[in-house]
């Protein structure tokens, strides 16, 4: 479903501020897989996000979705392949527009756009049966301006809208590390409720070792551009954030820097 192939990325070239974020970077997932990320600050893990999403196009190798190259596309006409939510709650939505606008705008997402209402009566009844689905009386506010929402309730909306329309592949950039514990833990069940009922193939960033070890049925590890672990779905059953601490400092020969990184 998704492939990188060989894929590098180098900031500032030739200046005293070089710096490799990717190196040499091959991963594949098959359609359904839900493939966590962690690594240290530098790793290159929102670079790869990035790289996919057509944010930055990459120095050499190639990415694939569904078999088609697709790293020489702009973002925005990957969009009808791809579905992100960020960290911060403030991205990926409009804030002067109302939820359902918001909504309409995904819809239409990959869509050949004409000049008709973005939201007909038969969209907001489908846009409220997806709110509901979310449990948290959003369905109630169709009309209330994104801005005027929590935090936690703007991120379970951004998570709606990037799953709308099915994208082939989820990316979810550490989405829940700006919230508080209540709201992250919403989030990440919201989470895993819609990847599993939709199938979806996603990559996930987070800075939790527990939650990269609960969620999904793989996991990777990155450090300094590099893919320096590959956990499957069998191993990760009896792996702790303890061992997994261990084994990456064992492999890198160095000390998890990152102060955002945390056990549980």
């Keep these: 479903m998704l492939e990188l192939s060989n894929v590098s990325k180098l900031f500032n070239p030739g200046s005293a501020d070089e710096k490799i974020a990717l190196i040499g970077i091959n991963l594949n997932l098959k359609p359904g897989d839900f493939v966590t990320v962690i690594g240290s600050n530098g790793a290159g893990k929102s670079t790869l ?13 190639e990415v694939r979705i569904g078999g088609e190259v697709i790293h020489h ?4 006409e990957r969009s009808r392949w791809i579905g992100r939510v960020f960290q911060d709650p403030m991205a990926g939505t409009a ?3 109302t939820i359902e606008e918001n909504l309409a705008m995904a819809y239409a997402r990959g869509k050949k756009r004409g000049l008709g209402f973005g939201v007909t009566a038969a969209r907001r009844k ?3 049966e997806q709110l509901q689905r979310l449990g948290i009386g959003l369905e109630g506010r169709l009309r209330a301006k994104v801005g005027t929402l929590s935090g936690g309730e703007r991120q379970a909306l951004s ?4 799953t709308f329309t099915k994208p082939q592949i989820l990316l979810l950039d550490e989405h829940t590390a ?7 833990e919403l989030i990440t069940r919201l ?9 979806l193939t996603t990559l996930m960033v987070t800075h939790n070792m527990e939650q990269a070890i609960r969620l999904g049925n793989r996991l990777i590890m990155m450090d300094k ?4 672990l590959d956990v499957s779905e069998e191993r990760k059953k009896d792996l702790t954030a303890l061992q997994l601490l261990g084994e990456f400092e064992q492999i890198s020969g160095s000390k998890l820097s990152d102060d955002r990184v945390v056990l549980g």
């Design 73 to 76: 596309l702009p973002e925005y």
């Design 126 to 128: 489908l846009f409220l």
């Design 178 to 184: 700006a919230l508080d514990p209540a709201r992250a």
């Design 49 to 61: 996000m990035n790289i996919i999403s057509g944010v930055m196009t990459p120095d050499a190798g």
């Design 225 to 228: 551009g590099r893919i320096i």
């Design 191 to 199: 989470t895993e409720d819609i990847v599993r009922e939709m199938k």
């Design 159 to 162: 998570l709606l809208m990037a």
């Design 95 to 97: 804030p002067r527009m």
